[in-house]
């Protein structure tokens, strides 16, 4: 059935001009019951004889909820005890365009079997669709259709009963917090409740309660409405006046994220390469980290710089607005566009992972809650089960932010485990990151090739045979997930044919399946300290997509021509199959390298990839590609408990610079064949350069060495590095990290939404860069090898892979899934770093990373440990010895002066830091400072293995 509406729209001169538009009906949408055999396509989720917990409904129902149940009460959805749950396409549809974040949520809970959740398209029922009247608000529209699609369903699940005969009759109950609307439901006919009379006559689960948000859609409670009181912060404007200012330039819009290390700090990013600085509680103005907000820039006599200060927030109940705790924020010329936060435009609020204030009466029901994430402010809760949740990590919510209350309020969710456990601490340094660690579906299982796997006559005679060459892999110990591998051989003509062959992942995942979408979720594969979490399931991960060695393995290769000189005479991409001749690590490679017993194949294969990489290192490096540095180890693990035994720090060979630069040129490669077949939707990877202002903390560094720091361009940067001088050659490394540090951050991007001078790679210096060499724990490089086997005839093209605005979609997404990944693995190997240090103490060298007025950050290059030194006694609050000079970025004291890069001696412990868990603590050893440095570990104590240490102490 097609449904038209004619609009007559008159043009500013005079003209008439006629909108068709045009809406499909359908008379064949399923109810999704069980019981009905009416509906022609049904999708039977909702039980025959549905379960009913709740004393209120003590009958056979199915729940409905509006738009704002959803929203606001999806912490009680979730739960076990709710079930058989009917959501309307209307309120997904308003769900999806107000919190992507819940509407992903949502998704989850539908796609799990045992909920029973059912989607009724009622938006293309025939006899579910509403027209919006004339001066009807679009709320009032879908209140009015949500309202007759449970008559409808009512109606039709009586029709079921009766036509079986049956006196298992099933209801509609539609829950919802507006009045109004319930009002109207019930005059209709329809059995309606506000989700907080519900779920209290809900018995067996104690918990559920506590899980409603403590606020409806008008910020109040159904039973328990908040008091006025002291108003704390400024009144938000309306998203209408928002809209205006916006339009008029007064007011700029961005996303809001907090410091880590002053919570009365934030900046708002603007654009590309501009933030407006925030300080101040009540400039802040209610605002969490993530959230879309409205901001108002100060005039310039108020303009403010980011406090040298480390201020954690207290958990001491509060209703007071601290002050800026820094004086000197005033004191330079260093000052930041400064503004106030003025409205919110989208709340990003998600669960959040922490632990209860053991401050105030235990048995009360108002507790103060800190989030693991220090960005996250206190959060007031009410809950009777405090002694329950006490010394537990739990995970919490935030329903509200009245103007009138220090903290925004919240409610309890769930228990994840004890505090300092390490499965519970995994667990949440993983919900924090959004990572998807649950094992594979059934549905995404059934898409895996049956076992035995078996290579037919036809997959030889579709691809090119490789078997024969010397070719291998070359990769960190342990790992199975092997995407790459390569070969070198000489030619008649004195060339060389250098092989990238990768990993073909994609003739295991075909587009659309289910294995593809998870595939897709996910983005990529999570590196833990301990663990891998597989973007992919593991028999093709670790077996049928790994180029093991002996093996015969599908793959997509990049074969070049090059000539002595690593120039590029021809390029060719095909579909091969090979059998690895070795798997190697890194040190097994150089091995090979160096002895000069070996004189195979496989062995003079090596040293020419090794030399024609050192050609090509020199050449990007002379383009003004940066040699950059990251401080990295990675853990011994015991056999059994898999706790860490020893630290050991990454050693970089010349095979890694060598595995590194034939993966960079053949993904420089591959990008530039899709975009010259694919121009508008080659998924690329680029890296802006940074504004002059990212490289102040490097600029201001290379002073205190007396050494200028150029960074106009990439090589005038590479150059101003490279000239580094100094006794210790850990400082150029140090310069390196810091580098690395001001730099914006790589992303993906569909080409057809970019102008080319947008596509260049800035850290390697080339017009054109992708992601095609890993495609086992990258999702991008997946979309690359079906971009490119379309471009080589290979593929058949499909309709999303053509499609920029979903490519760009997707890219947002991978972008999201990169960036949680990398802060999850950082987060991993901090909380291992916690256990290893559990039982002991070590002292060692480190480096000034950062000055601050009360505080040094520190690296530890032994441990990649970076932590805070406070210069002065926390439990005391003794006032530093030190005096801080923010101009030289310095701390003073007598002849002893700390700057960036400085050597220093600190001593590595556990401790603990509050009532939410141990923590890293660092203090000062050397220099020694009076009534602040402590005493080192007795001589005989300590395997003295740093003659720099000795020279340091005796100073």
């Known amino acids: ?7 007559i729209k008159k043009t500013r001169k005079g003209g008439i001009v006629k909108i068709v538009r045009e809406h499909y009906l359908r008379d064949d949408v399923g109810c999704g019951a069980e019981q009905c055999d009416t509906c022609v396509l049904n999708k039977r989720a909702l039980s025959k004889n549905p379960q009913s917990f709740s004393t209120l409904c003590d009958f056979p129902h199915y729940i409905l909820p509006d738009t704002n149940v959803v929203l606001r009460q999806l912490d009680v959805l979730e739960d076990n005890l709710i079930q058989n749950v009917i959501l309307l396409q209307t309120v997904l549809d308003e769900v999806k365009s107000r919190s992507f974040v819940t509407y992903k949520r949502i998704r989850e809970i539908i796609e799990r079997p045992d909920k029973h959740f059912y989607v009724f398209c009622n938006e293309h029922h025939w006899e579910t669709y509403v027209e919006r009247l004339k001066g009807e608000t679009p709320n009032d529209r879908n209140d009015r259709a949500i309202r007759l699609a449970a008559s409808w369903y009512d109606k039709h699940l009586e029709l079921c009963s009766l036509e079986k005969d049956s006196t298992d009759r099933v209801s509609i109950v539609l829950l919802t917090n507006d009045i109004a609307n319930k009002e109207a439901a019930i005059s209709g006919g329809i059995e309606a409740y506000t989700v907080h009379t519900y779920i209290k006559s809900i018995t067996g689960s104690p918990d559920l309660f506590e899980k409603l948000a403590q606020a409806d859609d008008k910020g109040r409670r159904d039973d328990s409405i908040i008091k006025d009181g002291k108003v704390l912060f400024p009144e938000h404007l309306s998203l209408s006046e928002i809209q205006v200012g916006l339009r008029t330039g007064k007011y700029f819009q961005g996303s809001f994220s907090a410091s880590r290390e002053n ?7 603007v654009s590309e390469n501009e933030s407006i600085f925030i300080q101040g509680l009540a400039n802040l103005n209610r605002s969490v980290d993530g959230d879309i907000v409205a901001v108002e820039i100060l005039p310039k006599d108020r303009w403010m710089k980011p406090s040298s200060m480390v201020v954690e927030e207290n958990e001491e109940e509060s209703e007071e607005t601290p002050e800026i705790i820094d004086d000197e924020t005033k004191a330079d010329s260093l000052l930041k566009p400064t503004g106030k936060v003025v409205g919110i435009v989208k709340r990003c609020w998600r669960q959040y992972c922490g632990a209860i204030s053991p401050s105030g009466d235990p048995k009360g029901t108002r507790h103060l809650f800190k989030a693991v994430e220090r960005r996250i402010p206190l959060i007031r809760i009410e809950t009777r089960q405090a002694e329950r949740l006490m010394g537990m990590r739990i995970i919490v919510s935030i329903d509200a932010w009245p103007r009138t209350s220090r903290y925004p309020q919240g409610h309890y969710v769930r228990i994840l485990g004890e505090i300092g456990d390490k499965e519970t601490e995994t667990k949440v340094l993983l919900l924090e990151h959004d990572i998807q660690d649950a094992p594979f579906s059934n549905l995404v299982l059934k898409d895996l090739p049956e ?8 997959d030889y005679a579709e691809r090119r045979d490789l078997r024969q060459l010397d070719i291998c892999s070359i990769d960190p110990p342990g790992c199975t997930d092997i995407d790459d591998a390569l070969h070198c051989r000489t030619l008649d003509n004195g060339n060389f044919e250098i092989g990238v062959h990768i990993a073909d992942v994609t003739h295991f995942i075909k587009p659309g399946t289910n294995i593809d979408m998870a595939a897709a979720k996910r983005g990529t594969s999570v590196y833990l300290a301990d663990r891998r979490i597989d973007m992919i399931p593991a028999l093709l991960s670790s077996d049928l997509c790994s180029l093991r060695s002996k093996v015969e393995r599908f793959a997509f290769s990049c074969v070049w021509e090059l000539t002595p000189n690593a120039e590029i005479v021809k390029t060719e991409f095909f579909k091969s199959i090979l059998a690895s001749k070795a798997s190697l690590t890194y040190a097994e490679a150089q091995n090979i390298i160096d002895d000069p017993s070996r004189t195979d194949n496989l062995a003079a294969s090596l040293r020419n990839l090794n030399s024609l990489a050192k050609i090509l290192k020199k050449g990007r490096h002379d383009k003004g590609a940066l040699i950059l540095a990251s401080s990295e180890v990675r853990f011994a693990l015991d056999s059994e ?19 590194e630069e034939f993966m960079l040129l053949a993904n420089i490669s591959v990008a530039k064949k899709i975009y010259e077949c694919f121009p508008q939707f080659a998924i690329l990877r680029n890296h802006r350069q940074p504004p002059a202002s990212y490289f102040e903390p490097l600029i201001k560094a290379g002073e205190g060495k007396n050494h200028k720091i150029v960074v106009e361009t990439g090589k005038l940067l590479q150059v101003s590095l490279d000239q580094l001088k100094s006794d210790d050659p850990f400082v150029d490394t140090m310069f390196r990290i810091l580098t690395t540090r001001c730099m914006t951050r790589a992303s993906y991007l569909c080409s057809g939404t970019e102008t080319e001078d947008n596509f260049y790679h800035f850290g390697l210096a080339t017009p054109i860069y992708t992601h095609f060499t890993s495609p086992i724990r990258r999702y991008p490089d997946i979309l690359v090898h079906r971009l490119l086997g379309v471009a080589i005839g290979a593929y058949e093209p499909y309709p999303s892979l053509l499609n920029k605005d979903l490519a760009q979609e997707l890219c947002q997404h991978l972008n999201s899934c990169h960036l ?7 987060a991993s190997i901090q909380l291992h770093m916690q256990i290893f240090f559990k039982d002991r103490a070590a002292e060692e060298e480190g480096y000034i990373l950062s000055v601050r007025k009360n505080a040094i950050q520190v690296l530890v290059p032994k441990f990649g440990l970076e932590g805070t030194v406070f210069l ?8 530093s010895p030190f005096t801080y000079d923010p101009e030289n970025g310095t701390q003073t004291h007598g002849d002893i002066v700390l700057r960036v890069f400085d050597k220093v001696v600190i001593r590595i412990s556990i401790a603990k830091r509050d009532f939410q868990n141990d923590h890293m603590q660092l203090k000062l050893v050397y220099p020694r400072v009076s009534g602040l440095s402590i005493p080192p570990i007795a001589e005989e104590a300590i395997e003295d293995t740093a003659p720099s240490r000795k020279k340091l102490r005796s100073k």
């Open 1 to 7: 059935m097609l449904k038209t509406k004619v609009f």
């Open 641 to 659: 408990t898999h706790d860490p035994i020893d630290l050991i720090t990454k050693e970089h060979m010349e095979t890694n610079s060598l595995v």
């Open 263 to 269: 919570y009365l700090e934030g900046q708002v990013k």
């Open 451 to 458: 076992m035995p796997w078996i290579i037919t006559p036809e």
């Open 820 to 826: 949680m990944a990398q802060r999850a693995g950082r």
């Open 872 to 879: 002065s006694k926390q439990d005391t609050k003794e006032k």
